[in-house]
């Protein structure tokens, strides 16, 4: 039996092809070292649009396993709970917004987010310590989780600050970790 011979134009025209077409593009979301399915899976959704508070008077409510996009005011126009863990960068406008959340359940929850923003929370007028965060260059679905032990049936305060966009989405969830 003959092979068939091809002619090297042919040939040619195959290999180049294969060098000139690019690798398949990485997820940069799937780059999180935990467990965010259902982060990801809310951040597929439709966002429930909120305009943020300027005061904690004003924070709208957000439920658990939501996905919403606050809508944000200039920074020096929102009036913070307790002064952010973190100053805003020095050069152009950042925005800013706050909202409440009240969890039934004692434990640790997340915040994602999908923008690169300063989250604090604040429980009982003090600052809650973040336990973890992770972030994701790339990745808006969400770019930024963090993790906060908060406390069942008490309001809590969260508070988005430094922020180059005026809108923010964001979902708490409980995390994968605290129900096993």
């Known amino acids: ?9 042919l040939l040619f025209l195959g290999f180049s092809v294969a060098i000139a077409s690019p690798p398949p593009a990485e997820d940069p979301c799937a780059a999180f070292t935990w467990d965010v399915t259902h982060e990801r899976t809310l951040f597929r959704q439709e966002a429930q649009n909120l305009p943020a508070g ?5 924070a709208p409510d957000l439920a658990t396993d939501r996905l919403y996009q606050l809508q944000l005011r200039a920074q020096t126009e929102v009036a913070f709970a307790t002064q952010p863990d973190k100053k ?7 925005y800013a917004g706050l909202a409440s959340l009240t969890v039934a359940t004692a434990g640790v929850y997340r915040i994602a987010l999908d923008q690169a ?17 992770q972030g994701r260059p790339g990745c808006n679905a969400p770019h930024k989780i963090v993790e906060f032990l908060l406390p069942a049936g008490k309001p809590i305060t969260l508070q988005f ?16 970790a605290a129900t096993s």
């Open 117 to 133: 923003f300063w989250v604090d929370v604040i429980a009982d007028d003090s600052l809650v310590q973040a336990r973890d965060f």
């Open 88 to 94: 805003p960068p020095d050069e152009g406008k950042t």
């Open 1 to 9: 039996m003959r092979c068939p011979i091809i002619p090297p134009a």
């Open 161 to 176: 600050s430094g922020g180059r966009v005026s809108t923010v989405r964001v979902s708490v969830t409980r995390s994968p």
């Open 54 to 58: 300027n005061a904690a008077a004003a």
